[in-house]
């Protein structure tokens, strides 16, 4: 007899196993072992084993010694036994060929030092396999469509019909709530992964096989503490783009105090809030402030259809609600467009001539006297082209309330490829109800229905797959062997910065090192024009502090002066000086901070913010993924300050928005093929229409490669 499931993905055997064999199968009923055995029994399909050395038989149901007593093995293997005998029993299954595994036990990284060899160990084995592995200290999972209920929850007690929504998370505790509040709100749910201290099979991989034609999956909630396997994640979000799909997350460890608490709870590394945030977004993932925010996505994917675009007109009776909504959808990167004069001639024949047909279109109070009028403004967008959804807003209107449920419900039959969502303040709760029996998604605040449309519409831009970078960068190949072959990180000071990026052709200002006054005044003389004077010295970072950069300096006699005070000014602070690097000045422009480093969770990645003495002061920054395309660039630049830098006619010009744009594609590309960089901070690139320039840099270098940054400047 044949258990094992034909394989095409390597987490078949996890969501749909033909056989499940649970080790630690206690006499305790309400251990996690006997729970999740009892749960197998009581839904799987396929073949349940019970495993337990101890005892030949459980409430009439016989047990095996071990995984090698069942005889042939299993697809899945769900571990329950304390920590110290679970690497042994891994080892058992994979050396009989279990292709997957979860492991339900704790005391592993989440409980200090030795916990997390073990769970090395624990990783190490899975991978030598070549296992899918949950956990350890996971709650396990469930995948309804194949009845399996590998899990020790009660939540599988609840009536869940099925539906296209998957949850997973690696806290089980807040992964269950969020598969009961589902269930609770008529949501059907057919996957919930707990992914505990996620040792070898990572989130990213699991919500990437979620993503698949196959799962049926429609959204995926996550309850996070960290976005790891980010390839793997982004590629399911190019994937959830590509189908009209929805990857929406509730992430915790935002906070310093957050992400301590994740790190005791899970074990988890938590990258800088700052990538995350911004590559989840540059993916396309949704982030949902609370649980809330996943539900009302939930319901509203479960009656509507996605949206085709961005575009959303709004029907108010009150100007009030329309500027909040107006705002609310800015903030939230949902598109209100004008309306076409020939879609609000039409919506002036319905409408006192004292309203307004713009967007958002303000009926007035004629919807007392008129309400399928009213609600005819809705149907006259949603048949318009113009927009992809439509938000109704109504107040306290009970006693018209059945006459506006019937034309709401009407509309949206009419047009169900424009959602039509209403946000219902102060109406009574069975109104509500009937237009959410009847497809209409229907909410009390006006935030959670925005929410609700993001989750029904498309990315605006996912960023475009990375690919694999084939050749090193000889990028580093110009300094010493010495600075970047060691396991510890060395600070490179700026002028080794600059070799670096002169030898790379990246544009840096015309300029040398001096090492003594007359050499400056000889460099000056060569550049010819106004020169700018720094002092370089080992640990000092931030020159301007202590008065080490000179600006706008010419002549023979200033140079000499000024570069004789910086040498003093070097000697004074206790600074073996390297020198005073003379540089040409640049020319005025935008100052900016471009920049490249390595997240312990998404790898490399190019920061751009505002430059200068700005940086630390205003703090804003765009992250995307290393390398990137030009595409990816720009759209970076187009997030800084709501879009003003690119946008606003004191910002970047096109040509000065492209030359940053390559500048940002080139340090991308050096990152990420070039293991041995760990940071590399350009502040500031001076950017004008004549092109960016580099003006000063720092390096970090060397050190091993699985080491991460603290990413000085996204602090």
Same mark, same amino acid.
């Given at each position: ?6 394989s ?29 055995f ?5 839904h799987?399909?396929?073949?349940? $084993? ?28 769900? =571990? ?8 042994? =029993?891994?080892? !058992? ?19 200090? !030092? !030795? ?9 190490e ?8 592995? =949950? ?12 009845? @399996? $209920? ?53 989130? +990213?991989?699991?919500?990437e ?5 196959? /799962? +049926?999956? #429609? ?11 980010? #390839? ?7 994937m ?31 990258g #800088? ?19 809330d ?17 961005r ?6 009776? /009150? +100007? ?7 705002? %609310?959808?800015?903030s ?21 001539w ?13 919807? &007392?006297s ?73 909410? #009390? ?10 989750? %029904? ?15 090193? /960068? ?43 006054? *007359? ?8 550049? &010819?024009? !106004?020169v700018?004077?720094? @002092?370089i ?5 931030h ?13 023979a ?9 910086? $040498? ?46 700005l ?16 595409? *990816? ?35 991308? *590309?050096i =990152? ?35 080491? /991460? ?6 602090q």
């Amino acid at each position: 007899m044949t258990t094992t499931v034909e394989s095409a993905h390597a987490l078949d055997p996890l969501f749909r196993p033909a056989s499940v064999a649970v080790v630690g199968v206690s006499t305790s009923p309400t251990s996690p072992g006997a729970r999740t055995f009892a749960n197998l029994v009581r839904h799987f399909d396929g073949e349940v $084993f019970g495993v337990n050395p101890a005892e030949p038989e459980i409430e009439g149901r016989r047990l095996s010694a071990s995984l090698t007593a069942i005889g042939e093995p299993p697809d899945l293997v769900v =571990i329950a036994t304390p920590a110290e005998s679970v690497l042994d =029993i891994l080892t !058992e299954a994979g050396e009989l060929g279990v292709k997957a595994a979860i492991v339900l036990s704790a005391g592993f990284a989440e409980a200090g !030092e !030795e916990g997390r060899r073990l769970q090395g160990l624990l990783a190490e084995t899975a991978r030598r396999h070549g296992m899918a592995l =949950i956990g350890p200290n996971s709650m396990g999972m469930i995948s309804r469509p194949n009845s @399996l $209920f590998a899990t020790f929850t009660n939540a599988v007690q609840e009536a869940n019909a099925g539906g296209r929504v998957a949850v997973v998370g690696q806290s089980g505790g807040m992964a269950a709530i969020i598969y009961t509040i589902c269930l609770a709100h008529g949501v059907g749910v057919d996957y919930l992964v707990a992914l505990g201290n996620e040792s070898a099979t990572s989130l +990213g991989e699991v919500v990437e096989w979620m993503m698949r034609p196959e /799962s +049926g999956v #429609d959204a995926v909630l996550g309850f996070v503490e960290s976005l790891s396997g980010w #390839d793997e994640l982004a590629a399911a979000a190019r994937m959830a783009a590509e189908s009209q799909k929805v990857i929406a997350f509730c992430r915790a460890g935002r906070s310093q105090l957050g992400a301590a608490a994740a790190g005791s709870h899970i074990g988890a590394v938590a990258g #800088d809030e700052k990538v995350l945030a911004d590559l989840a977004a540059a993916g396309g993932i949704v982030e949902a402030a609370t649980l809330d925010d996943l539900l009302d996505i939930a319901k509203a994917r479960h009656v509507a259809r996605p949206m085709r675009g961005r575009r959303v007109g709004v029907v108010t009776a /009150s +100007g009030g609600a329309g500027s909040l909504f107006a705002d %609310l959808m800015t903030s939230a990167g949902l598109d209100l467009p004008e309306l076409s004069p020939e879609l609000q001639k039409k919506v002036f024949e319905v409408i006192p001539w004292f309203g307004s047909a713009t967007n958002p279109v303000d009926t007035t109070a004629f919807i &007392q006297s008129r309400p399928e009028e009213f609600c005819a403004v809705a149907g006259i967008l949603a048949a318009s082209g113009e927009v992809d959804a439509v938000m109704v807003f109504l107040g306290t209107l009970d006693p018209i309330a059945p006459r506006l449920v019937r034309s709401l419900t009407e509309i949206a039959a009419r047009h169900p490829a424009v959602p039509v969502v209403v946000t219902w303040g102060g109406g009574s709760k069975r109104f509500k109800e009937e237009l959410w029996r009847a497809g209409v998604a229907t909410f #009390d605040d006006p935030d959670r229905a925005v929410q609700a449309l993001v989750g %029904l519409a498309p990315a605006r831009r996912v960023a475009a797959a990375t690919g694999p970078v084939n050749a090193p /960068s000889p990028f580093l190949d110009p300094l010493p062997g010495e600075l970047t072959g060691g396991r510890s990180t060395v600070t490179l000071n700026e002028h080794d910065v600059r070799r670096l990026l002169e030898a790379a052709g990246l544009p840096v200002p015309a300029g040398a090192l001096a090492a003594d006054a *007359d050499r400056a005044v000889a460099i000056a003389a060569e550049i &010819q024009g !106004e020169v700018v004077l720094k @002092l370089i010295a080992p640990g000092l970072e931030h020159k301007s502090d202590i008065g080490g950069v000179v600006v706008g300096v010419s002549g023979a006699d200033e140079v000499r002066r000024q570069a004789e005070r910086l $040498f003093a000014l070097g000697r004074e602070h206790g600074s073996a000086v390297d020198g005073v690097l003379v540089e040409q000045r640049a020319p005025a422009g935008i100052e900016l901070v471009c920049g490249v480093r390595r997240d312990r969770v998404a790898g490399p990645v190019v920061v751009v913010g505002l430059g200068g003495v700005l940086t630390e002061i205003i703090g804003e920054m765009a992250v995307r993924a290393a390398p990137l395309t030009r595409g *990816d660039a720009l759209d970076a630049l187009e997030q800084l300050f709501a879009g003003r830098l690119l946008n606003h006619h004191r910002g970047l010009g096109p040509a000065a928005a492209e030359a940053v744009a390559d500048l940002l594609v080139r340090l991308g *590309d050096i =990152i990420a093929a070039t293991d041995r960089l760990v940071e590399l901070e350009c502040n500031p690139v001076i950017v004008s229409e004549a092109g960016a320039l580099i003006c000063d840099g720092l390096a970090v270098v060397g050190g091993d490669p699985d080491d /991460s940054s603290t990413g000085r400047f996204l602090q």
